[in-house]
């Protein structure tokens, strides 16, 4: 009888080949039938295998169709096996190879042999190996499977099988390949059957790891049952990040503040940037130097990074227009926000170069060191300049100013400066020719200087005006020849030391003034001070303030005061001459019957007192009288028949017994006056005053030596005799007790002044 066994594939002529031989007796050898299995030589597959019997009951041939896992063997591992098969079981020839009760004799490679007596899959398994042909239908596979049935030389109807296999361990080895990356660990041991278990860890700078996968594609979890026969490798499989690049415009604006970038992608498209004086040249990442990125560049960022613009500044051209003059080179070449460097020098006949600037009549200074802040070529123009000198010609004194005039108009602007006079003349300006009187150029106005000139003072004699309009429409005061204290009645509390200033000591006035209204004013009239300026300081009882500045504490006055007590508080000018002047004003304007007003100077020649509206002038001036008359005109018109009073002595006996030849001179109205001069040529010094007119009662006059007031008289005294119309002042008499004062030792040639008032 012949029986088949064919070994057979669904797809022929590829991968592994499989012969089936078939052996009868005495029959020859059937055609060997060739099939081929796809095998992955790598990995397992599971392939069809087919084959053919003769049933020898029936007589036909069987076709049996079966499935196996073809795996490459390796050749060490290739042994040998023959089965011997129980010729009692009939069912031989239908029943599976690894069903049957068998007996079998292992050959290894290394050429020992074992023989192992019906021994379960199972039970070989455990001891760590499995044989490959006996699992479920597997059968080795290496170069070619040959399978042998044939009958025993007795006649009996048993077969053997003879067959290569491998044995395989239980436990394989997984490699883990980070594809780029970096595994933790490497590889690890996974028991056949079981599943895989912790997977190793892996990392991959700029990537996020999404799992381990077999080549083929298919996933591999911690779960996965592994069902290989051999050892695998697993492959890691990554994701790329992305990032966030910020876009710096250093100094510009980016048109495009961030986007959004994949690692190990291309940048892709980039923003540009603007910038004033800048053309743009790139993205960098340092904001000095550092390395350009471009669309193309690789993304190798593993955070959120800023790239900084780089910038190239614009070039442009600088022309020199030298202005009347000449110039080499005539134009140069700038880059914005550097400086101008070196700078061509112009020359032009008579003239000064003062620079290049940005427009022909002035504009900016430009120099070497200058920024360029340009944003279109640029035209500088020389500026050129002359000095002129002017020489000031005081009397022969000369000083010399000078100014630069520059190339707009060549003329300058000068500060007419004021000079020294002579005693008694003051400043009034200048004039181009020496012995004018007109001031051409006043002092203290600018002109314009277009050449070198000579300028000569023009001076006059100055009586120094001072006005108080809402007193008198006519007033003034001339220079006094000589420092007094004056002195003034104040109700004050605190400590004032000689030497301080009093700025705002006397603030209050109600109460010193004594019955003042509330709309009374105070005035404190200085003559001007040595910088030639006049001080006029006013204010009011309710609120005044700083009404005496520029004064000082006398030395020698008391430096504490109360509250509510009269005390006299000297005080005396530090102006630069020796000539102040003061005029003291005070009104009321409530015209209390009964009220005083007390201000006193400790200087005896003229004093006035009233208890209404009174000027009060300490020194001498040509015109103090004149205004004096026209003060008290206006301020007792209304009711003539008043006189002036002043307070009861026993009160203020400590202050006018300073003063009493003053304090008791009490003038009235004076409606007129008359002045008359007399010369002393007598040889015992009498001046004769001369006649007057009937004369009926006594006559208020003052004497004048020169312009200095020396005595005021209401009646006849050891000085002035009466003789019918006349009187005669004693000239020696009063020179030999008073002369020393005022300077005068010869009385004789002394001209004497005299000014008559009305009787009282």
Known sequence: ????????????????????????????????????????????????????????????????????????????????????????????????????PIQITENYADGSSKTLDMIPITEVASQGYSVDNFQTETIGAFDALVTRLKYNTDGSKA??????????????????????????????????????GTLASAMRTGYTFTGWFLEDG?????????????????????????????????????????????????????????????????????????????????????????????????????????????????????????????MPVPVRSGCKFEGWYTDPSGG??????????????????????????????????????????????????????????????????????AGSSVATYRVGTSITVDRDMTLYSVSEFDDFPLRLDSVSKSMSTSRIESNINLMFIVDMSGSMLAYNRIDKTISVMNSLIGKLGSNSTVSIVTHADGRGQANLLYGSPSAASSLISRLYVRNGANENYTAGIDAALGVFSQQRNDYPNYTVFITDASYASDGSVYISASDYRLTR???????????????????????????????????????????????????DDITRDILTQVPNETTQSYTSYSRNGTVTVGYIGALSGYYPFEVYLGNRLIATYYSTNSFLTRSGSYYYFDMKRFLSMYGSSYGISDYNKSTLRFKFYNKI
């Open 609 to 659: 007192l009233h208890s209404y509206s009174t000027t009060y002038t300490v020194g001498i001036g040509e015109d103090a009288e004149r205004w004096l008359e026209g003060l008290l005109r206006d301020s007792i018109a209304s009711s003539p028949s008043k006189h002036y009073r002043y307070r009861d002595a026993s009160s203020m006996s400590s202050f006018y017994a300073i003063f």
């Open 364 to 433: 900016i200074l430009v120099t070497s060191s200058t920024r360029v802040k340009l944003t279109r070529d640029q035209t500088l123009y020389a500026r050129w300049s002359k000095t002129y000198t002017v020489t000031f010609n005081n009397n022969g004194s000369i000083t010399k100013q000078s100014c630069n005039a520059y190339s707009e108009n060549f003329t300058c602007q000068m500060s007419m400066p004021s000079f020294r006079t002579n005693t008694y003349y003051r400043a009034l300006g200048w004039n181009k020719t």
């Open 159 to 196: 077969a053997s099988v003879l067959a290569p296999y491998r044995i395989i361990s239980s436990i394989f080895t997984v490699t883990f390949n980070a594809t780029g990356g970096e595994a933790n660990p490497t590889s690890k041991e996974v028991k056949y059957e079981s599943t895989f």
């Open 218 to 342: 298919r996933q591999i979890r911690e779960n996965t049952i592994y069902d290989f026969i051999d050892d695998i490798t697993l492959y890691a499989h990554w994701k790329p990040n992305d990032y966030k690049v910020l876009f710096n415009g250093n100094g510009g604006t980016p048109t495009q503040s961030s986007k959004i970038v994949t690692y190990d992608s291309t940048y892709g498209t980039m923003p540009t940037a603007t910038r004033t004086g800048y053309d743009f040249a790139g993205w960098y990442t340092a904001s000095s130097g550092g390395n350009e990125v471009t669309e193309s560049t690789r993304v190798k960022i593993t955070a959120t990074t800023t790239l900084y613009a780089h910038w190239e500044p614009k070039e442009f051209k600088v022309n020199f227009d030298p202005r009347g003059g000449s110039v080499s080179p005539t134009f140069k070449s700038v880059k914005y926000d550097s400086t101008y460097g070196a």
């Open 1 to 100: 009888k012949l029986y088949l066994y064919t070994v057979s594939s669904e797809e022929e002529e590829k991968g592994l080949v499989f012969a089936g031989n078939y052996f009868g007796n005495n029959e020859d050898e059937p055609n060997l039938k060739v099939v081929a299995c796809d095998v992955n030589p790598k990995l397992a597959k599971e392939c069809k295998i087919s084959y053919q019997y003769r049933d020898y009951y029936l007589d036909e041939i069987k076709q049996v169709d079966r499935k196996v896992i073809v795996k490459p063997a390796r050749e060490a591992d290739v042994i040998s096996f023959s089965a011997v098969i129980n010729n009692n079981k009939k069912i031989i020839e239908k029943t599976p190879i690894e069903e049957v």
